[in-house]
């Protein structure tokens, strides 16, 4: 793993909290996206040499919708920047990790990425991302 990449916060109103955020970096998101297949709406902030992520559940039965149910707005990830997820996965998967998604999968910011389960990780949910070239 190279770096953090970005930390990704779950909220209930995408808007609502893109004026809170941009208020405490002084700075506006710089994107909005939207990842039909998580159903999600992201937006993303630049802060320093660090990218923080806000998601917006889009359906009723999307991962992030089920997280603000159970846990309510906070943070929902930590993002590594990886080299080749595939060879990352592999090497995860035989310390012993469980991985979500096997295959990697497209997500938003132009990333490939999978995720660990968080029982693995002290109950932290792990994404790994490569950048799609």
Same mark, same amino acid.
């Given at each position: 793993?190279?770096?953090?990449?970005?930390?990704?916060?779950?909220? %209930?109103?995408?808007?609502?909290?893109?004026?809170?955020?941009?208020?405490?970096?002084?700075?506006?998101?710089? %994107?909005?996206?939207?990842?039909? $297949?998580e159903g999600v709406?992201?937006?993303?902030?630049? !802060?320093?040499? +660090?990218?923080? *992520? =806000? =998601?917006?559940?889009?359906?009723?039965? $999307?991962?992030?919708? /089920?997280?603000?149910?159970?846990?309510?707005?906070? !943070?929902?990830?930590?993002?590594?920047?990886?080299?080749?997820i595939v060879a990352?996965? /592999? &090497?995860?998967?035989? *310390?012993?990790?469980? !991985?979500?998604?096997?295959?990697?999968? &497209?997500?938003?910011? +132009?990333?490939?990425?999978?995720?660990?389960?968080?029982?693995?990780?002290?109950? !932290? =949910?792990?994404? =790994?991302?490569?950048?799609?070239?």
């Amino acid at each position: 793993m190279n770096k953090i990449e970005h930390i990704g916060i779950a909220v %209930k109103h995408l808007e609502t909290s893109n004026a809170l955020f941009a208020k405490l970096f002084g700075t506006p998101h710089y %994107k909005t996206e939207t990842v039909a $297949s998580e159903g999600v709406k992201t937006s993303f902030f630049k !802060v320093g040499e +660090n990218k923080i *992520e =806000l =998601l917006e559940a889009t359906t009723a039965n $999307s991962p992030i919708a /089920k997280f603000l149910e159970r846990k309510g707005e906070g !943070v929902h990830h930590i993002a590594f920047d990886v080299e080749d997820i595939v060879a990352e996965i /592999k &090497r995860l998967q035989e *310390e012993g990790f469980t !991985v979500l998604n096997e295959t990697p999968k &497209r997500g938003a910011d +132009n990333k490939l990425v999978a995720f660990l389960h968080p029982k693995d990780a002290n109950g !932290v =949910l792990i994404e =790994l991302c490569q950048e799609i070239k």
